[in-house]
């Protein structure tokens, strides 16, 4: 009787070994996909907004000056950057490796990216010459906050996944896109304010 309880103890061990060291491998697979496919996702988003922050810094002018001009001689602002297109992720993103909020706020971009071109596609409408500052305005908002939205995803993935980045001292440069993006960003929502508020004032 001992030898068939010694014998299944023996099993039962056996199994647990099994299934710790399979539970193991399989966290060793997922974290490994989950670290390829951040990094692929980084290079990614840090792309797009570059992107993002050369619309932003797109005001219609072209050394100072409206680009445009009509055949009359007349002035007028015409974008000098064409907008990304939405984030079209590869293939070969393991979504199922990643932790599910990073994967959410990754895959929302692109919906994100086509809110805004709807926007700014609605907006244009109502965009009169020189100024168009109905287009100018909204697209120039809209993808600072998108850049923005890509640079933070990227500092997150970046801590999940253990992802070193180098300093601005060691990329050789004191600027950062991020502060940029946020004082833009600033800047649309006091200019909006000040708007409403003459706005007001005419009632």
Not at 50 to 77: F, M, N
Not at 90 to 117: C, E, F, Q, Y
Request: overall charge negative; glycine content about 8%.
């Amino acid at each position: 009787m001992m030898e068939a309880w010694i014998g299944l103890g023996g099993v039962i061990v056996g199994s647990m070994i099994t299934i710790t060291k399979d539970v193991w491998l399989s966290w060793i697979d997922r974290r490994r996909d989950g670290s390829y496919s951040a990094i692929r996702l980084i290079f990614i988003l840090e792309e797009y907004a570059d992107k993002c922050i050369d619309v932003v810094g797109d005001d219609g002018t072209a050394q100072g000056q409206p680009a445009g001009r009509t055949d009359d001689g007349e002035e007028y602002l015409v974008a000098q950057v064409q907008s990304p297109d939405p984030i079209d992720f590869p293939d070969d993103i393991v979504w199922r490796s990643l932790k599910g909020s990073l994967m959410h706020r990754t895959l929302a971009m692109t919906t994100k990216a086509r809110s805004t071109n709807r926007y700014v596609s609605a907006s244009a409408e109502n965009a009169f010459p020189p100024d168009y500052e109905e287009f100018f305005e909204p697209r120039r908002e809209g993808y600072a906050q998108l850049g923005l939205d890509a640079l933070e995803l990227v500092d997150d993935l970046r801590k999940q996944y253990g992802i070193a980045t180098k300093t601005r001292s060691e990329l050789g440069s004191e600027w950062d896109p991020k502060a940029h993006l946020r004082d833009m960003l600033d800047r649309f929502e006091k200019h909006r304010n000040r708007d409403r508020g003459q706005s007001n004032d005419l009632l």
